[in-house]
């Protein structure tokens, strides 16, 4: 392993029920309609904001798209600002590992710039990221599951998609990282299965930590 890759929103912060919440509250408001959590899950969860206003919004001009995202995505910010926030467990020790190594690693994930910009200052995640080898949706890349996402972070970091781990929640996401070459995957989750064969799923990062047997100096 050459190279350690992390996608973002349910993987390094557990927010998928804060997004359930706005999309909620955001479709009803716009469309009276009611999305259960199985909707979300469905048509939601996983999938890039251009893909989810199209469908559910039936809208095909992207100047409308990128509105009606950022309004949605600014709510969530919003939410986010009132609540005290915090990486998954054992996320920034495993960084900080990552760098006791000297092992590249970066960001790839759907979320928007106003979103990146947001993690960056609430995380303060420069203490561990370079920005500009952060891969995020600027509106115009394929999101997951297509690969491209995690293609140009590999190209970003100078290495083979081979060489790479991944960190994901999603099955979009993880069908992206084989698309693109990936095979050593890890899931977040709180369940004991995924419905696509992994590396392993663990709970949070001490537990991959843990089953690397990396330990961090003291």
Sequence with gaps: MKAVLFDFNGTLFNDTDIHIDVWRKYIKEKLNIEFTTEEFLKRIFGRDNNAI???????????????????????????????????????????????????????????????????????????????????????????????????????????DPQDVMVIEDSPAGVTAAKRAGISEIYVISSKDSFPYEVKGIIRDFDELRDLLCWKQKD
Excluded at 97 to 104: A, F, H, M, R, V
Excluded at 128 to 147: E, H, N, T
Aim: proline fraction near 4%; charged fraction near 30%.
């Design 53 to 159: 206003i199209a469908d559910i919004f039936h809208i095909d001009d992207l100047n409308e798209i990128h509105r009606i995202s950022e309004e949605k995505e600014q709510r969530y910010r919003d939410i986010c600002s009132t609540m005290d926030i915090s990486l998954v467990k054992g996320a920034t020790g495993f960084f900080d590992i990552l760098k006791e190594k000297k092992i590249p690693f970066t960001i790839a994930t759907g979320a928007n710039k106003s979103n990146v910009d947001f993690y960056f200052k609430v995380f303060h995640l420069d203490r561990w990221f370079d920005y500009d080898k952060v891969v995020y949706d600027d509106g115009y890349l394929p999101g997951k599951p297509d690969p491209a996402i995690y293609r140009l972070a590999c190209e970003k970091l100078g290495v």
